[in-house]
């Protein structure tokens, strides 16, 4: 596998996004706290199933940028928008870490979409089936922008839930 990540600088999260409902662009916050096998505290997302955490490329938003989309971090219900890191090339099972605590694996890459939801509506289009990559949290702490993002481990291409409780 070629190396994910772009050039020499490490990757960062640009933007840490919210959102109490489904559906909706989510809203950039200073800082959130990453709670263990859950996700965002006050996020809609945030539950017991392997979608806990979403994470979005800001290069997938520039490419709708210059698309003439009037768009930036959160537009697309991202709860991490992370730059300088192919998200994609990642195989599933990578383990992410987050600043100094949070760790993330890797479940799934995009998503289908049954119908045309409102940010599709608001936006045109909506990268995140396509581009975006989902994750548990597998060990909690706060995130803020300006973290890095590194590939801690990279995966075999698979995941398997084991509730945190049976992991010894």
């Not at 200073?30 to 945030?46: F, K, M, P, V, Y």
């Not at 971090?73 to 998200?87: C, Y």
């Not at 590939?151 to 945190?164: F, I, K, N, S």
Request: glycine content about 12%.
């Amino acid at each position: 596998m070629s190396e994910p990540w772009a050039g020499d600088a490490p990757a960062r999260l640009v933007s840490v996004n919210v959102s109490p409902e489904t559906g909706m662009k989510k809203v950039p916050v200073e800082r959130a706290s990453l709670d263990l096998d859950r996700g965002i505290e006050g996020d809609a997302h945030a539950g017991d199933w392997h979608r806990q955490v979403s994470l979005l490329a800001l290069e997938s938003i520039d490419k709708m940028r210059e698309a003439g989309a009037d768009v930036g971090p959160g537009a697309f219900a991202e709860n991490l928008t992370v730059k300088g890191l192919d998200l994609l090339a990642l195989p599933i099972g990578t383990e992410l870490g987050v600043g100094g605590a949070v760790r993330l694996v890797l479940t799934q890459h995009g998503k289908e979409c049954h119908d045309r939801c409102a940010i599709y509506e608001q936006v045109g289009d909506c990268v995140m089936p396509r581009e975006g990559v989902f994750a548990v949290v597998t060990h909690a702490g706060d995130v803020a922008p300006g973290d890095t993002v590194e590939v801690l481990a990279e995966g075999e291409g698979t995941y398997e839930r084991v509730d945190p409780g049976d992991a010894t």
